[in-house]
């Protein structure tokens, strides 16, 4: 019964607006009850007084029976339902009006009295009911007095025997009623509203709470659970809604990062793996046919299996050097250590060390820049190895015969520099990975059988120029060339 909020706060507000009816009638009844006591004590107030102004009451110090009837007769024609008393100075009852037996009382505490003679006392005031032993009654007074002082007291009670008989009788009268069904109906009403009221604010709560339930259900990576109305609201369950949701697309977010990052991870092993095997075993074939055929190789073959082994041994170790630096670049440990330079005197001093290469290979390379204006500011070792696996890549995909243009045109933003050759192009499929790590654009028969890279160069390139701010541009078109672009700042 009391699962959900909604029933709960119900539940509390019921008790609540019960709890405040019973007690406004409570509190309501005894309001009009002291209401009427003051109203009554006030305006019989004088009334003792008015009776007793003419007539003697107390005779050689013992109670004028006939007077106090005479005076109780005029007095409940004034108000029937009074009865009135006779007391001493001290408070004893000397005579009175009621039946035989009927008298519990004989003496009346006479503080009360005095506090309504003085007037300075907030009515409503009870005093003792003689009919009564434990009960107070609102009541009228006045002293008597002649030439030798204070003789007594005339005590009028104003709810007699008469009134309890009455009130007893109209308990549940038809005022009473009314009032009754008039506050049940404005509790009902309350009640109502007030639920009506807890279920309009409670139901973004329970609909978010479902939509947490369904996501804590739901495999991650589905649609969006949340309706734009709940994002957009500016309360504090609409906000929570929003920081829900913004929480579960990261999440989603995470999880995806997360799972690309396994993939990768699956693919560097794979690749690093297949890269590492292919030296190994190579290297491992040379030297066991070297220990095998020991006595039977002339001096040229061991020489060449012992420079292909060689050959193994440095491309292992670029392999790993490799892998090493874009480890470093990518876990943030390698920063640049930024200075001023001319770009063009290190694109010639990069270039010096390709010219072998380039001649054996019958590929021209050309730069156009002017030199006096290639200043930049950055890392000068970070940048050559930039150049240098540009550079590499060019070379690779070039045929003989081919060309390389490296053009350095200074901008407002910095140098522009672009790397152009004559190869045989990317694929248009390829050119949105050859960023990645250990990828490599599809190659021919040609290629293939040419030593190449191992698929990391272009992702060290990548992540250098974005330590600097850069982004590296790629455009290319099968058997015509490709063009890589970035630019440094100045």
């Known amino acids: ?79 029937p339902a009074v009865e009135v008393y006779l007391l001493d100075p001290q408070g004893k009852v000397l005579t ?65 025997r008469l009134y309890d008989n009455i009130s007893d009788r109209i308990a549940w009268s038809h005022i009473s009623k009314q009032m009754f069904w008039s506050l049940l109906i404005i509790v009902a009403s309350s009640a109502l509203v007030g639920l009506l009221i807890f279920r309009l604010l409670s139901r973004p709560l329970t609909e978010l709470s479902c939509d947490m339930s369904e996501f804590a259900q739901t495999e ?12 957009q609201k500016t309360d ?6 929003a920081v829900f949701q913004a929480m579960s697309e990261r999440i989603k977010a995470q999880l995806e990062q997360l799972r690309a990052t396994d993939r990768l991870r699956r693919e560097l092993v794979s690749n690093v793996s297949h890269d590492l095997r292919t030296p190994l075993a190579t290297m491992q074939g040379y030297v066991e046919t070297l220990i095998i055929k020991d006595e039977h190789l002339a001096a040229n073959q061991r020489l ?31 920063q640049p250590d930024f200075e001023h330079f001319l770009l063009a005197e290190l694109m010639y001093d990069t ?20 030199e006096s204006q290639t200043q930049v500011f950055a890392d000068i070792g ?27 045109n200074p901008s407002a933003k910095g140098v522009n520099v672009t790397v152009e050759d004559t190869g045989r192009g990317i694929d248009e499929n390829d050119l949105p990975r050859i960023f990645n790590r250990f990828y490599q654009a599809s190659l021919t028969a040609e290629h293939r059988s040419k030593p190449g890279g ?14 600097h701010g850069s982004h590296i541009e790629v455009t290319s078109r099968l058997k015509k060339g490709t063009c890589f672009r970035f630019t440094l700042p100045v």
């Open 1 to 79: 019964m009391l699962n959900t909020l909604n029933r709960k706060l119900s539940l509390a507000l019921l008790i609540i607006v019960s709890g405040v009816g019973l007690a406004a009638l409570v509190i309501g009844q005894w309001g009009m009850r002291l209401y009427y006591e003051e109203l009554t004590q006030k305006l019989n107030q004088s009334i003792a007084m008015y009776v007793t102004s003419e007539h003697e009451l107390i005779e050689d110090d013992v109670g004028s029976e006939r007077a106090i009837r005479m005076l109780a007769h005029q007095a409940m024609i004034i108000n």
């Open 96 to 160: 009175h009006t009621l039946e035989e037996g009927e008298l519990v009382r004989d003496r009346i505490d006479l503080e009360p009295v005095k506090r309504f003679l003085s007037g300075d006392e907030r009515y409503p005031i009870r005093a003792n009911d003689p009919r009564h032993s434990n009960i107070d009654k609102i009541f009228s007074a006045s002293e008597i007095r002649d030439a030798h002082g204070l003789r007594g007291y005339f005590y009028v009670v104003l709810g007699g």
């Open 351 to 370: 270039v010096q060390s390709f010219r072998l290469t380039l001649k054996e290979r019958g590929i021209s390379l050309s730069i156009e820049c002017n």
């Open 220 to 231: 991650l990576g589905s649609e969006n659970l949340f309706s734009q109305a709940e994002g």
């Open 304 to 334: 060449e299996y012992l420079r292909l082994a060689e050959k193994g041994c440095h491309r292992l170790s670029r392999l790993i050097s490799d892998l090493f630096e874009l480890s470093k670049l990518e876990s943030g440990s390698k």
């Open 236 to 241: 504090e369950v609409g906000r929570l809604s």
């Open 454 to 467: 191992i698929g990391l160069g272009l992702a060290i390139v990548k992540r250098i120029l974005e330590l």
């Open 382 to 408: 970070m940048i050559q190895r930039v150049f240098d696996n540009l550079l590499k890549n060019a070379i690779t995909h070039t045929p003989e015969d081919g060309s390389i243009l490296i053009r350095l």
